[in-house]
């Protein structure tokens, strides 16, 4: 398996741009849409491992073609609390701009921590990740009196949501965002090293 920046790219692109595909076949949508140029629209993209620039937002708006004012954001670096981190940063944004809509994408490129080693400590990385965020997105079936509507796609690798504030989407919306929560402990050495990484000690001989 190569672990090389190229194929990173490739593997968060076909991830990453099947989820947008699947969640425009499953509303119906064009990418103009769901970003138009009348409304101050927003995209966000999530990757903890594989933070590349351009960055993940830019490969999505260039794939599809989407309207250069739009607001795209892409945050990594925080392990599985990206998501709820960049749904609260959503939530934020469309309660400053009525009438808009967001594309939420998560993704999880694993190929940048492709472990090809004997270390059994470190082959981990290659099928599972462990943080000690604690997170939790909460979502109710759509009501007539909900300002945020949700589609979600999921793919391997990558999940798609829209979501919007615009009145007259409310009814065809599945679900509504009712509250996000985040706990996080970067203060205590426990949580902040329990990313699959380690710490060495070298020993450097003076001549």
Not at 69 to 94: E, F, P, R, T
Request: glycine content about 6%; hydrophobic content about 40%.
């Amino acid at each position: 398996m190569l672990a090389d920046l190229l194929s990173a790219y490739d593997e968060c692109k076909m991830a990453v741009v099947g989820a947008v595909e699947g969640l425009l076949a499953k509303t119906g949508l064009q990418p103009s849409d769901v970003l138009s140029l009348l409304t101050q629209d927003v995209l966000v993209t999530t990757c903890s491992i594989y933070c590349p620039t351009p960055s993940m937002a830019s490969m999505v708006v260039n794939h599809f073609k989407m309207n250069e004012d739009i607001q795209s954001y892409h945050l990594g670096g925080m392990g599985c609390a990206n998501g709820v981190v960049a749904i609260n940063m959503v939530s934020d944004l469309l309660k400053a701009h009525p009438n808009a809509n967001a594309l939420f994408i998560t993704n999880e490129t694993t190929t940048p921590a492709f472990y090809r080693g004997q270390d059994k400590s470190r082959l981990v990385t290659n099928v599972l990740f462990r943080n000690r965020h604690r997170r939790s997105v909460s979502m109710q079936a759509m009501n007539p009196g909900a300002h945020i509507a949700a589609a979600v796609v999921c793919r391997m690798g990558a999940s798609a949501m829209l979501l919007s504030n615009k009145q007259s989407w409310a009814g065809r919306a599945k679900y509504r965002l009712v509250s996000t929560t985040l706990q996080t402990y970067p203060s205590l050495s426990s949580s902040y090293q329990s990313t699959p990484f380690q710490l060495t000690t070298r020993s450097v001989a003076a001549s």
